[in-house]
């Protein structure tokens, strides 16, 4: 089975560009979480979708806005970036969104450098 | 809300010795706790996960037993490899609409 997909895996924009990075999660997977990574603030909650609907949504501005497809794909936008918009973002899917039990299987992240 | 305090290093040790990176966390009710890791370049992986109080988890040498009493579920392993070199994220799971949370990462480096 293939595993968490992301495109692009690099990037490189300027301050106040957007960019749209994309997710294609593992086969029968409904859910995707959009994480940032970073070395000074570590792995932070973005949001997560479940068919189509976002469930929930971490501490990040408006700037950041996300949606899921109905094949489950997901996309994540970034608009009016800024210098410290530059991190790793990985995209995780799992097969149910209580994932009390349910492991995260992450992709590879997209690495967005913004100048 | 959930919080997880975990080591956060670097930790750098010998191969083959013994490592232990503690990671406490606090969350409603009960869920399940996992173990990711990242090795450099890529995305996190599964490293081992408990599923219940005094679960014990284990993969690769690794092992971690879900202790309920202390909130506590800390990553162990007997001998470590320079293959081990790595970060460890700690993550309780959720329990219900809450979001995931992570560790801040421990960044381990094993040198020969």
């Known amino acids: 089975k293939a595993g968490v997909t992301q495109t692009p895996r690099y990037l490189i924009k300027t301050r106040g560009q957007q960019v749209t990075l994309s997710c294609s999660p593992i086969?029968?997977?409904?859910?995707v979480s959009w994480y940032q990574q970073t070395p000074g603030q570590g792995l932070q909650f973005l949001f997560e979708y479940f068919s189509e609907t976002q469930r929930n949504k971490g501490n990040f501005p408006g700037r950041f806005s996300g949606r899921q497809f109905s094949n489950s794909r997901s996309e994540m936008n970034v608009s009016t970036l800024e210098l410290g918009d530059s991190a790793l973002y990985l995209c995780?899917?799992?097969?149910?969104?209580?994932?009390?039990?349910?492991?995260?299987?992450f992709g590879p992240g997209t690495r967005l450098t913004v100048l | 809300g959930d919080s997880v305090t975990q080591m956060e290093g670097p930790v750098t040790l010998s191969e083959e010795a013994f490592l232990t990176i503690n990671c406490t966390y606090t969350a409603t009710g009960y869920p399940s706790l996992f173990w990711y890791v990242q090795y450099p370049g890529e995305g996190l992986q599964l490293l081992l996960k408990a599923t219940k109080a005094d679960d014990k988890g284990s993969n690769k040498g690794f092992e971690a037993t879900y202790r309920k009493e202390t909130t506590s579920f800390h990553l162990e392993k007997g001998s470590v490899q320079v293959s081990d070199s790595a970060v460890y994220f700690c993550a309780p799971g959720k329990t219900s609409y809450d979001k995931v949370i992570f560790g801040p990462g421990t960044s381990l480096s094993v040198i020969p």
């Open positions: 086969s029968g997977h409904r859910s």
């Open positions: 995780a899917s799992s097969s149910s969104p209580s994932a009390g039990t349910d492991t995260q299987y």
